[in-house]
């Protein structure tokens, strides 16, 4: 349930930039309850300001969410005694905080997946619905710098995971190059940065024989 704050700044902004993206409301609000994924959100309306053709927005929020295949590999083992059902659910109730606390249990149940997903889902949907409303009376709140909050959200996710010295091996790194790229104004090189940290961390993995 604390979580479900920190869905607040990722709703407010992306109800705000759909109505500045020139989607009625009633679109706003589907395009939440249909594209469950902030980042890819965010990125597609920027995208859809811009001008960008359909088919580069597609390819961009599906390179941005690559992450989540990750994440159901992560889960395949547990919950592949759901039924097809149950499974396509799930997956499309996994987000990075429902990964974040499902990966704190020892076993994995429908319901507790079900509730939690639906926990975010609904809060997700509220305030991007509180975001489009928003966006009509404060047209500037994209200048409040929301998006600090999302950083702050990862760091706290990240966090409880840290369990072996690989793992902080790759957040160290990858944090370290990061910090340097942004620096010296090397912003497209992030991605090639936290992919280092990730090599650096299995490659310590597999010298030491950690368990993830």
Not at 35 to 62: P, V
Not at 101 to 122: E, I
Not at 134 to 159: G, K, N, T
Request: charged fraction near 10%; glycine fraction near 8%; include cysteine.
């Amino acid at each position: 349930m604390p979580l479900n704050l920190a869905v607040l700044p990722w709703g407010l902004m992306a109800g705000s930039m759909a109505v500045q993206a020139g989607l009625t409301t009633t679109q706003a609000v589907a395009m939440s309850a249909v594209m469950f994924a902030g980042a890819a959100q965010l990125l597609s309306l920027n995208m859809l300001q811009e001008g960008q053709s359909f088919f580069a927005i597609l390819f961009s929020a599906f390179v941005l969410t690559t992450q989540h295949l990750l994440y159901g590999l992560n889960f395949r083992a547990l919950v592949q005694q759901f039924s097809l059902g149950k499974r396509l659910l799930v997956g499309f109730l996994l987000t990075d905080e429902l990964f974040a606390v499902a990966m704190q249990q020892h076993k994995l149940q429908f319901s507790y997946l079900l509730g939690a997903g639906l926990c975010f889902y609904l809060a997700w949907c509220s305030f991007s619905v509180a975001g489009i409303l928003l966006a009509y009376q404060l047209p500037q709140l994209a200048d409040w710098h929301l998006d600090f909050s999302i950083a702050a959200l990862f760091i706290l996710l990240i966090i409880p995971l840290i369990r072996t010295r690989a793992t902080l091996l790759g957040v160290v790194i990858s944090f370290g190059l990061m910090f340097l790229c942004c620096l010296f104004g090397y912003n497209q090189y992030l991605i090639l940065a936290a992919l280092i940290g990730m090599l650096a961390s299995a490659c310590l993995e597999q010298d030491t024989g950690e368990e993830k």
